[in-house]
């Protein structure tokens, strides 16, 4: 790559400028960009899944509305994604065949599996918590397309998170038995809340560059803390209990100190051994393949028009 098309591109990322998809950009900065994002639409797609699977039986048509509106919310981000990352040049049948042959990642918090209602208030609060955290920043990405879709999302996923808050809210004040699910659904949503934010970044092998390319703009070590720092007071507000016996608030260093993450379970999740990995890619394959009928008739729709606008 010529040097001097490198360095023009290093000086706008450095002025803060947006990159957008006709400029110049080096293969290496494309590659990053198309797996972050690609693996931030299958994540949305995937996302659905676990919250999916408790719409038939909300508490109330109230609660139905809401959860319905949401999971729509995130199939909505994943489509922006999608088209995001097509703008850097591949395309969505390659990024989807990705996923369904297991070579594309997906965040592993959706691996886990949704075991009662409670989870869906911890789902909203914790992961949807986690992903603003994560989010918010992103809209300062160097890649136009990226960072303007963004905006939205975090907008959306502002009420997400609110929308989990308040079930966790009216359960944790709820009877005996209703309290203690909220705290069951803390204690299996927590640890894997805090892996989303990826490895440390000691062993974070792309952070580095991409802090570089101003893609990423804080660190998962960063971002991981300032949620456990903002997550802390509402635990307590819930009159519930964070499960790490190593939480503590340090006045040094103004941060809450936490316990170790359990970096093995980690690891597989990441290699596909989640607890509902393959349920997960079962369900999407399905759903590809019984989409296909439609995907067909909206091509020959297509086709039939062009030929019409011809004539
Ligand atoms: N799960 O070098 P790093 C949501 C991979 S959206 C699986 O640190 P990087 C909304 C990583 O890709 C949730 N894989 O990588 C919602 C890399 O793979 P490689 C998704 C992970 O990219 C809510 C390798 O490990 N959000 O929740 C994970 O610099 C509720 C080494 O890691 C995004 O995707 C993980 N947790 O940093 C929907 C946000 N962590 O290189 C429904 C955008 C790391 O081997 C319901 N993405 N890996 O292919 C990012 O900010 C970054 O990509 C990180 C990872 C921070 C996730």
Request: aromatic fraction near 10%; proline fraction near 5%.
């Amino acid at each position: 790559e010529d040097p001097a098309l490198i360095a023009a591109f290093e000086a706008r990322v450095a002025a803060d400028e947006f990159i957008e998809p006709k400029d110049w950009m080096p293969e290496a900065y494309r590659r990053t960009l198309t797996r972050q994002i690609s693996q931030h639409a299958h994540s949305e797609i995937v996302g659905m899944l676990p919250e999916g699977n408790w719409l038939t039986r909300a508490p109330s048509l109230k609660r139905k509305a809401i959860l319905l509106a949401k999971i729509q919310d995130e199939g909505g981000h994943g489509l922006y994604l999608y088209c995001a990352a097509e703008t850097l040049g591949t395309s969505r049948e390659q990024m989807i065949d990705a996923l369904h042959s297991g070579r594309a990642k997906y965040s592993t918090i959706f691996n886990y599996p949704t075991l009662n209602w409670a989870d869906i208030g911890a789902i909203g609060w914790l992961v949807d918590g986690a992903a603003i955290m994560n989010q918010v920043p992103l809209q300062r990405t160097s890649y136009g397309p990226y960072a303007r879709a963004m905006v939205r999302v975090c907008k959306e996923e502002s009420f997400h998170q609110r929308q989990g808050f308040d079930i966790m809210m009216a359960m944790a004040n709820g009877s005996p038995a209703q309290k203690a699910m909220a705290q069951d659904a803390l204690d299996r949503w927590w640890w894997p809340s805090l892996m989303m934010f990826g490895p440390s970044d000691d062993n974070s092998p792309n952070t580095a560059q991409s802090i570089r390319w101003r893609i990423k703009r804080e660190t998962n070590d960063e971002l991981r803390q300032k949620f456990v720092d903002a997550t802390v007071p509402q635990a307590e507000l819930l009159g519930l209990t964070i499960p790490d016996p190593a939480l503590k608030w340090n006045e040094e260093r103004g941060h809450y100190d936490f316990g170790a993450i359990e970096w093995d379970e980690f690891y597989a999740v990441v290699r596909g051994e989640g607890p509902t990995a393959k349920e997960r890619m079962k369900a999407r394959r399905a759903a590809w393949n019984d989409g296909a009928w439609v995907r067909a008739a909206a091509d020959a729709h297509e086709a039939k028009r062009a030929a019409r606008s011809a004539a």
